[in-house]
């Protein structure tokens, strides 16, 4: 990082900046549109312009609904410009689910991607307030009448983008981050002085990951603070990532694990030149032994471990390449070491410090941590406490530093890289006509790295069809978060007070596993 940027910490000074620095050179590219800083930097102030004009004020939020694209990134950099909030709504998510977000964020305006032109009649009667829905080609055409006006930039501490989190209690959550969140931590990386934390001048990034997640948006804030080509791809298809090593330079990607293999089994694979590509980072879940190994020899990049949640703005440990040996090493199966600038600890029940090697919770302080959940003061608190953010993973910190996820105190399941609390699902399938009781939990999976199952109690006198049960889910929930399979057992295991017990219901699954998450 360029000592002339370390102490910019704001969308508004990036896209000056390299306005003025790197003009003429390429900052982000879709397909065969692409934009210069200076573009970049015109059409984002015309955005501001034409969003405030349009009488969405500063702290208001807009909503995006739709896959990757330049558009969203353009609305978001404008937005954030003014210090206006996107929110953007992961495009796989059911209509219902799309309603309830677009009614917490009381968007101004809900802007549809290409191909979701028919979004105004999917939403219809499903919205509490009136908001302006945007097709693609109306807000490019928004963005093209607008006259640049002077406009109040946001500073460090605003909000600028609010990301939504699975929920506990079956509603997602929107964890606002600001400026400083998505920027500060960068500055840190001159401490480690390794090549993996600098960026070389002819360097690209492929933004791949859905930008409703940090690991997608998160991408195109790291090449516009680089003043490097960001690659868009709508969504991760295999061609589109080969397209991108070969034609268009990147040099660096993040991806889940389920999708480097999706890559490796793709016919056209080995065949692709990527004597460009240097880095892959990949996170959500660990990196099986033998996929290392088969990445390695095909890709013949880095490896880069990240670990982080939503709520800290993505990664907060990091798993360097030396450490990651197609032999493998214990140290493989942590989450790294933390980034420079961010504290771990790892708390007992009773709030005191675990030694080395104790299991607890996993709980981090840095400028990484987000400003609260929106509108949500009780949940707030409970996840935070004077800048710590307790992650609700269970782990313990070696004497090395390295930290070790050992299990998930939460009962979130993560499959594919996508978050799925069994809440959600559980009450997608409640009302089914044959259900008495349904507990969902996680169980391992070669592809996905956890697969969604149920465990139903049937009505007196009722069976249950698992098919019928998946079809009645899919009916109400995204499709990633309906269950693979269902058990159908006499009754649900709980405790004394009546809690149901999803670890009783996970152990025979996890047996043989070192750990409980996979």
Known sequence: MASDVADILTFDGFLSHWAQERGDRTAMREEDRSYSHAELD?????????????????????????????????????????????APIGWRLSPAEWAFIVNDTRARLVFAGPGFEDLAEKLAGRLDHDPQIV????????????????????????????LYTSGTTGNPKGAVLSNRNLFALR???????????????????????????IGGTGLGIMALAAGIPGIILAEFNPDGVFDAVEKHGVTRFFMVP???HMLLMHPRCASVDYSRLRYILYGAAPMPLELLRQCIKMFGAQFIQAYGMTETTGTICMLPPEDHDPEGNARMRSA????????????????????????????????????????????????MEDGWIRTGDAGYLDADGYLFIHDRMKDMIITGGENVYPAEVESAIFGHPAVQEV??????????GEAV??????????????????????????????????????????????????????APYWEGHERMVN
């Open 42 to 86: 015109a059409l984002t102030r015309k955005v501001a312009s034409a969003l405030i004009a349009a009488g969405v004020q500063k702290g208001e939020r807009i909503a995006w609904i739709g896959k990757n694209s330049d558009l969203y990134f353009i609305l978001f950099y404008g937005a954030a410009r003014a210090g206006i909030v996107m």
């Open 336 to 383: 790294g070491k933390p980034l420079p600038g961010v504290e771990i600890r790892i708390l007992g029940p009773d709030g005191r410090h675990c030694a080395v090697g104790e299991v607890g919770e996993v709980v981090t302080r840095s400028s990484n941590n987000m400003i609260g959940y929106w509108n949500l003061p009780d949940a707030t608190a409970r996840t």
């Open 258 to 260: 389920a999708a480097l």
């Open 439 to 448: 507990a969902v939990f996680g169980v391992p999976d070669e592809k996905w």
């Open 135 to 162: 097709t693609a080609g109306a807000a490019r055409a928004m963005i093209d009448a607008a006259t640049p006006r002077d406009f109040d930039a946001s500073g460090p501490d605003d909000a600028v983008l609010q």
């Open 453 to 506: 199952k149920a465990a139903v109690v049937a009505k007196p006198g009722e069976t249950v069809d698992e098919a019928a049960i998946i079809a009645w889910a899919r009916e109400r929930i995204a499709p990633f978060k309906c269950p693979r399979s269902v058990d159908v057992i006499a009754a649900l295991p709980r405790n004394a007070s009546g809690k149901i017990l999803r670890k009783d219901l996970r």
């Open 187 to 213: 500055r840190h990386s001159d401490d480690l002085d390794l090549p993996y934390t600098k960026w070389d001048d002819d360097e690209a990034v492929l933004v791949a990951m859905p930008c409703a997640h």
